[in-house]
């Protein structure tokens, strides 16, 4: 596990050039300020105080810096996993939620140590694009509660979706106006300049001078809480270790685990395209688990891969691990040094980013392509989209491919058909030449093919241009020969692959190949005769 991890850290972690060092330190710099109202608003959601959520903002996103699967990805609190943690803290206290996240890593750890990770190559990519299009919803949602009048949110839904009372008049102006200033910056700031400072850091420099040079009575990161503290200390989790302790905390485990890894995951895909580059996904599990871990002996309430902090991280330049390091060590010196200074910057720039956030992950295109598309992959981008908005992003993952995966069963149902032809030396003898899988799906199909009445007193099954897929197939199979058996009809299977014959084998030992078969590989010869598989000529 040990050399996973050391490898992990070596790939990406090589010295960058000085300019590439430099945007990464920069890129950094406004990631870190766009974490602290994140990190503060996802502690209010998981009822913890601010600290909480900085600290695991802080732990989760240096580790994953150092050991991740994907240079220059961002880690740190999320809101997916703040929603499941609501109801753990509030019946048992935080101190269950830190043994909670422990366990929670425990799992992501044997995750990757399995190399699970690698699993996530299944989510089809409909499911995908459902899934950067609802966290994309999710985080405009989100930022809607900062143009609601303090203290009135009352949740409105489990991903920050408003519910309170709106601004009106002068702050709603203000609010309005400087967050369309900070996206107009952002957008379009000449490339020249963009070179030298990322644009949403400039953006966010220009309109906090602002706010403050002519002292605008707008709300900031101060009016949401005080991010004042120290450096996080080592601290065991205050419960006790029972079997009944366990029965609360696992099941929050392990949704928690499921949840971190997939967003992980998804975002570390996505990553990847953006920068077309590769990222190690059981990697990822190990460095994620192992920071859940740490966070959860130091005070965090633990997190996952961040797809908006991502996202301002590519968008400003940021590619290697020295952006996220830098990153997670930015904030972590606001929070010891400089909190006094990051709390007066106003929240409309922070939410100026997130919209430009918002802008650019979703994937616009989908809604051209949706009427090109099969219906059943725009039935999927659409469902998971709304599924990831109400709900969560596991559900709506799970969701996505158990429906794509019954689509794709459905329509290879469809493909099974056979030829036949009736044998010119032996007008007793038809051949039957098999097309498509014989799985579970199709095996209503395969018996309609057939007709053992009619059938002369010799039937060949071709299964050369198919392939026996499962134990549905071979109870199939097994159907049909004693149909057979009853019209006094011998039935003969043929060509047969060498993996066909494995499935058969592992199935009941139905085959029992004789010495004297000649050695054709995938062209193999049975005979059913009896309700019994043997070898034949």
């Known amino acids: 596990m040990f050399s996973r991890l050391i490898s992990a850290s070596s790939e990406g972690f090589s010295v960058p050039s000085i300019g590439q060092l430099r945007i990464d330190l920069l890129s950094g710099l406004t990631v870190a300020l766009a974490l602290v109202p994140e990190a503060v608003a996802f502690s209010f959601v998981a009822g913890v105080h601010p600290l909480v959520g900085l600290y695991a903002a802080f732990i989760v996103g240096i580790i994953t810096a150092l050991i991740g699967g994907r240079p220059g ?58 899934f950067v299009n609802g966290l994309a919803s999710v985080i405009f949602l989100a930022q809607l509660s900062q143009f609601q009048v303090p203290g009135t949110d009352t949740g409105g839904g489990g991903h920050g979706m408003a519910g309170g009372e709106w601004l009106t008049g002068i702050p709603l102006y203000l609010m309005l106006g400087l967050t369309l200033l900070t996206m107009v910056i952002i957008q379009f700031t000449p490339k020249a300049v963009s070179k030298i400072i990322p644009t949403p850091l400039l953006a966010i420099l220009i309109v906090s001078a602002i ?52 967003e992980s995951l998804l975002t570390l895909n996505l990553v990847a395209e953006m920068t077309d580059t590769r990222g190690g996904a059981s990697k990822e599990c190990l460095a994620q688990g192992t920071a859940n871990i740490v966070t959860g002996f130091f005070g965090g309430m633990g997190g996952c891969a961040m797809i908006g902090q991502s996202m301002i991280n590519v968008k400003s330049g940021g590619r290697t691990r020295w952006a996220a390091i830098s990153a997670s060590l930015f904030l972590l010196a606001f929070i010891v040094f400089a909190s006094g200074l990051i709390e007066q910057i106003p929240l409309a720039a922070l939410v100026g980013v997130m919209f430009m956030v918002v802008v650019g992950t979703f994937v616009w295109r989908s809604i051209r392509i949706m009427s090109k598309v099969p219906f059943s992959d725009s039935l999927v981008i659409l469902l998971v989209t709304i599924v990831t908005v109400w709900t969560d992003l596991a559900t709506a993952v799970v ?86 058996q009853r019209q006094g009809t011998s039935l003969k299977l043929r060509h047969l692959s060498k993996d066909c014959q494995k499935l058969l084998n592992k199935a009941g030992q139905l085959v029992e190949p004789d010495s004297a078969d000649p050695n054709y590989g995938v062209a193999v010869d049975y005979t059913i005769r009896h309700g019994q598989l043997r070898t034949g000529h």
């Open 73 to 130: 990805m961002i880690s740190g609190a999320t809101g997916a996993l703040a929603v499941v943690m609501v109801s753990l803290v509030a019946q048992h206290g935080v101190e269950y939620l830190f043994a909670t996240v422990v366990l929670m890593g425990l799992i992501q750890l044997f995750v990757g140590i399995m190399q699970w990770g690698k699993f996530i190559r299944l989510v089809p990519h409909p499911v995908m694009l459902g």
């Open 399 to 484: 969701v996505g491919v158990i429906i794509s995966a019954l689509v794709y069963s459905w329509n290879a149902s469809t493909r099974m058909r056979a030829t036949t032809d009736i044998n010119p030396e032996n007008k007793d003898e038809k051949i039957y030449r098999l097309y498509g899988p014989l799985f579970f799906g199709s095996v209503e199909s395969f018996g309609e093919l057939f007709d053992p009445k009619t059938d002369p007193k010799t039937v060949i099954i071709d299964f050369l241009e198919s392939r026996v897929v499962d134990h549905s197939g071979l109870q199939a199979i097994d159907a049909l020969a004693e149909k057979y």
């Open 211 to 262: 706010v403050i040079g002519f002292n605008l009575d707008v709300r900031t990161v101060g009016d949401m809480a005080s991010i004042q503290g120290g450096l996080p200390g080592f601290h065991i989790p205050m419960v006790p270790l029972t079997w009944q302790t366990l029965e609360i905390i696992a099941p929050y485990a392990i949704i928690l685990a499921a949840i971190g890894l997939i």
